[in-house]
């Protein structure tokens, strides 16, 4: 037989984080390879589903959407983005941020076309690119701080690159982009001719007074930046694949097209559901999710500090790299490996974060899981 995988799902190796779950499971230990969210579905967000439900809203919505959603996003858009959007013809609902980046990326680039991404990435983002034809270069960030210069982008550019992705805050780093850097990334992207494309799912997970920025609200790169965010993390509805893209008509007519293509739309009733939950939630429940994930945060890196795993304690979302050269093994896997046969705790490998060989000491925790399960990991970890 002759027949073959595609190229393109040659590209696409089963993530490191599955792996370390599977590991994980294996010996009955915790997983702090990957987190949900414990706090459960605001009330409102099921109340408003099931009312739709009710209601007969059962079948195909308009490919980008179903009005009360787009509508609600829009409202919240001003609300908490500052940004001013037309919801008949700049937002795209889709199958979750993921479905949203996809069908940005089918739409807006061609096969050879080069994307920058700041790593550590979110090995979905590369992923995505290669699944498109598209071409990844990185930037490498340094830690603890997550810092870039403006002449580390300009040494990732070339005649081929089409855009480049922000995502803030940022899987696995939590960096959250200040006003400065998000500034550095505008000019870059004005003077080269780029697309912005962004990640903002952890938009509502900012600790210590830091507020988030979203880079389409900087008024010179609006027409050029395509926004992504979703409601997976912030009403802990991972699996309802509900998330949007937002940017002019003349991009967003294209995603559309594509979403259509893919995905129809997203699920009619749970669109429904979000909306009710962005118009009846008020500022406190994410004040209230927001302080939850930073106690959990705190929890987790005092434990990593007391282990000797210095933590990079993240500005945003909800992992934590952590420094683990003490640790045996000759790379990141090796010491995540470790690790797990030691304590039982899994994390993720740092390499599974870069291209470059940067990742080679650091491993990541994630810490959206009960507190009682942070405690377990606590007194686990102490075994080191
Ligand atoms: N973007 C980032 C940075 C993530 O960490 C995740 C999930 O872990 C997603 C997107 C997935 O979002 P969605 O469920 O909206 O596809």
Known sequence: MTL??????????????????IECERIGGVNLAQGVCDLGVPPEVVEGTVEAIGQGVNSYTRYDGLRQLRQAIAEKLRLFNGLDV???????????????????CLALLNPGDEVILFEPFYGYHVNTLLAAGAVPRYVTMDPPAWTFAASDLEAAVSPRTKGIMVCTPGNPSGKVYTREELQIVADFAREHDLFIFTDEIYEYFVY????????????????????????????????????YSVCESR??????????????????????????????????????????????????????????????????????????SRLPGCNSKEKAMHLLRRTGVASVPGDAFYESAAGRDLVRFCFAKAEAELEEARDRLRRL
Request: hydrophobic share 40%; net charge negative; aromatic share 8%.
């Open 86 to 104: 037309d919801a008949e013809t700049e937002i795209t609902v889709s199958a979750g941020s993921t479905g949203s980046f996809y069908c940005a």
């Open 208 to 243: 210590d007074g830091r507020t988030h920025l979203s880079p389409a609200s900087l008024p010179s790169v609006r027409d050029r930046t395509i926004m992504i965010s979703g409601y997976s993390k912030t009403y802990s509805i991972t699996g309802w694949r509900i998330g």
């Open 4 to 21: 073959s995988l595609s190229d393109r799902a040659d590209h696409i190796t089963q993530a490191e984080i599955r792996v370390m779950t």
């Open 251 to 324: 991009w967003a007519d294209a995603i559309g097209y594509v979403n259509d293509l893919i995905y129809v739309c997203a699920p009619a009733p749970l669109q429904l559901g979000v909306a009710t939950g962005i118009t009846r939630l008020g500022p406190s429940y994410y004040a209230a999710l927001c302080d939850a994930f930073r106690r959990k945060r705190d929890l987790l890196c005092s434990t990593l500090a007391d282990v000797g795993l210095s933590p990079m304690v993240p500005q945003g979302a909800y992992y934590v790299l952590a420094d683990a």
